[in-house]
Antibody
C-alpha cells in the first residue's frame, strides 16, 4: 500500500528556518517523481516543485524558486521541503504528493496519484 | 504560465441529480489534465487523469472529457460523498498549475 506520511504541524517565527518531511512507503521511492503543493485560503492549490529521487533532478515553479529547497533522501525514502528564513506569507498547508507515472521521463508528465495528509505551517511573531 | 479557470465557483445540486463542472486552460494542454476532489480537512484525491481516464477506485458515474483548452468533469447521480471541492490541474507545461476550484454543495 502506497503511503506518504508527513511531519507534524509547525509554529515558527518570521526569520526562522524549517524543514518538513514526507516519508514514503509501499513503492519504489527512487522511481517516481514526488512533489510539494501549497494550499492557502486565498490562493487555493499552488504547485511548488517536484524531485526525482533517482537522480535528484528538481523542477521548481518560478514562484517558489529561491524561496524553498526541495530534496530527497533515497536511503530514508523521504522527501523534504525546507525554508532558510520563513515569512508570515509562508503560512499554509503543505502537501507532498507522488506522480502517477513510473520513471524519470514517462513520469514527468503526470498527475499526482497519492498525497500526504498535509503539514500545517504557521509563521507568526 | 498557463492559467486554469474553473466554472462555476459554486454549484448547488440536489442528491441524485447530475453535475457538470468546467475547466478552461489559457493555452492548449492537450489531454494532460487531471481532476481532484477535496473534502474539508483532507488532502486532494485524484479522480481523473489524461482528461478522461478514471483513477483507481473511482466509480463510473464520474467522467471527464475534453482536450486542448476546454475540459469537463461530469458526475451523475450525486451521492452524499460527492459534495466537495473539485480542482483541475494541467501537467502539460511548466509550472504545473491548478484551477481555483468548484465547490459542489447541497441545493
Amino acid at each position: 500500500e502506497v503511503q506518504l506520511v508527513q511531519s507534524g504541524a509547525e509554529l515558527k517565527k518570521p526569520g526562522e528556518s524549517l524543514s518538513i518531511s514526507c516519508k514514503a512507503s509501499g513503492y519504489s521511492f527512487s522511481g517516481y517523481w514526488i512533489g510539494w503543493v501549497r494550499q492557502t485560503p486565498g490562493k487555493g492549490l499552488e504547485w511548488m516543485g517536484i524531485i526525482y529521487p533517482g537522480d535528484s533532478d528538481i523542477r521548481y515553479s518560478p514562484s517558489f524558486q529561491g524561496q524553498v529547497k526541495i530534496s530527497a533522501d533515497k536511503s530514508l525514502t523521504t522527501a523534504y521541503l525546507q525554508w532558510s528564513s520563513l515569512r508570515a506569507s509562508d503560512s499554509a498547508i503543505y502537501y507532498c504528493a507522488r506522480h502517477h507515472g513510473l520513471g524519470r521521463s514517462s513520469g514527468l508528465y503526470s498527475s499526482f496519484d497519492f498525497w500526504g495528509q498535509g503539514t500545517l505551517v504557521t509563521v507568526s511573531s | 504560465e498557463i492559467v486554469m479557470t474553473q466554472s462555476p465557483a459554486t454549484l448547488s445540486v440536489s442528491p441524485g441529480e447530475g453535475a457538470t463542472l468546467s475547466c478552461r486552460a489559457s493555452q492548449s494542454v492537450n489531454t494532460n489534465l487531471a481532476w481532484y476532489q477535496q473534502k474539508p480537512g483532507q488532502a486532494p484525491r485524484l479522480l481523473i487523469y489524461g482528461a478522461s481516464t478514471r483513477a483507481t477506485g473511482i466509480p463510473a458515474r464520474v467522467s471527464g472529457s475534453g482536450s486542448g483548452t476546454e475540459f469537463t468533469l461530469t458526475i451523475s447521480g450525486l451521492q452524499s460523498e460527492d459534495f466537495a471541492v473539485y480542482y483541475c490541474q494541467q501537467y502539460n507545461d511548466w509550472p504545473r498549475t491548478f484551477g481555483q476550484g468548484t465547490k459542489v454543495d447541497f441545493k
